[in-house]
Structures are given as structure tokens and as C-alpha cells.
Nanobody, 129 residues
Framework: QVQLVESGGGLVQAGGSLRLSCAAS??????????MGWFRQAPGKEREFVAS????????DVDDSVKGRFAVSRDFAKSTLYLQMNDLKPEDTAVYYC????????????????????WGQGTQVTVSS
């Protein structure tokens, strides 16, 4: 069972920056062999992929809607995933969630199409215009 705790959200003006963190832990596996990533869900919309990073940080995948503004990284020693968000726009307003790929040693490009059955509480990001 994977435990996910997202943090770092808040209210920011358009053009501002935030860094989200995701503390991940599991009692039955070593998470450093799994790709991790971020999704977001805006009010009234479906959850959508944002970015992912592979188990060894060799590859990343970033959605076109945030490419050039958001960057994903991970700290293996701290078992923490990050999302650096720059030049934020009102359309980035959403609850942001992290997750762990259910398949070990998978490339980051597969993460966006996985099925996930467990989610953390998410962290709210609100961008004002």
C-alpha cells in the first residue's frame, strides 16, 4: 500500500511560482524503482496528467499545457517528488495529486495512461488573474 501526501499548494498571482512536494512511502516496495508523477483536477473537469519522472530520473514526460513552465524532479534519499511551477496562469488552478506507477522500471512516458486506484488528498493551487 502506497501512502501519498501532497503539500505546497496555495494562492498565487498569475506569473508567480510554487513548488509542490509529494512525500511517498510504501510498506511493501522500494519506490525508487517506480516512475512517479503528477495529475491535476480543476473544478468540473476530469483529472489530467501534468508530468512524470522515471525511476532513475533518466526520463521525464511533461504535458504540452505546462511544458516550459513546470518541471518535475525527485529526491530519492527523501522519497519525495517535486513539481516546480513557474509563470502560473489562472487555468493552472486545480487540486494537484501525485502518484506512483504500478509497474516497476517503466519509462515516464507510460505514466499518463496508467490506471490508478489510490490517491492522496491532493494540494490546492489557486492562481488569481
Amino acid at each position: 500500500q502506497v501512502q501519498l501526501v501532497e503539500s505546497g499548494g496555495g494562492l498565487v498571482q498569475a506569473g508567480g511560482s510554487l513548488r509542490l512536494s509529494c512525500a511517498a512511502s510504501a510498506s511493501d516496495r522500494a519506490l525508487d524503482i517506480y516512475t512517479m508523477g503528477w495529475f491535476r483536477q480543476a473544478p468540473g473537469k476530469e483529472r489530467e496528467f501534468v508530468a512524470s519522472i522515471s525511476y532513475g530520473s533518466q526520463t521525464t514526460d511533461v504535458d504540452d499545457s505546462v511544458k516550459g513552465r513546470f518541471a518535475v524532479s525527485r529526491d530519492f534519499a527523501k522519497s519525495t517528488l517535486y513539481l516546480q511551477m513557474n509563470d502560473l496562469k489562472p487555468e493552472d488552478t486545480a487540486v494537484y495529486y501525485c502518484n506512483v506507477d504500478p509497474v516497476p522500471y517503466a519509462s515516464a512516458r507510460f505514466f499518463r495512461d496508467r490506471n490508478f486506484y489510490t490517491w492522496g488528498q491532493g494540494t490546492q493551487v489557486t492562481v488569481s488573474s
